[in-house]
């Protein structure tokens, strides 16, 4: 006779942060195509700034930003 171990269910925060995986990535992607890194540069600049730069909504742009 064999003994099985018990199966172990997953975590819920192991997977909401499974789930959530990609949006890092996504972040990322969009500050790349609206040119956020190229904007900013070396210096720090206000997000209304950053939005007119980049041709985007400033509430979008600072919830992008995550400021």
Avoid: K, Y
Wanted: hydrophobic share 45%; with cysteine; charged share 25%.
């Amino acid at each position: 006779m064999t003994t099985q171990s018990p199966r172990r269910e997953p975590r819920p925060d192991a997977i909401a942060r499974a789930m959530a995986g990609w949006q890092p990535a996504r972040v990322l992607m969009a500050a790349n195509r609206l040119d956020v890194f190229n904007v900013l540069g070396e210096e720090l600049l206000p997000v209304r700034e950053i939005a007119r730069a980049c041709g985007a909504h400033p509430r979008s742009t600072r919830l992008l930003l995550g400021s």
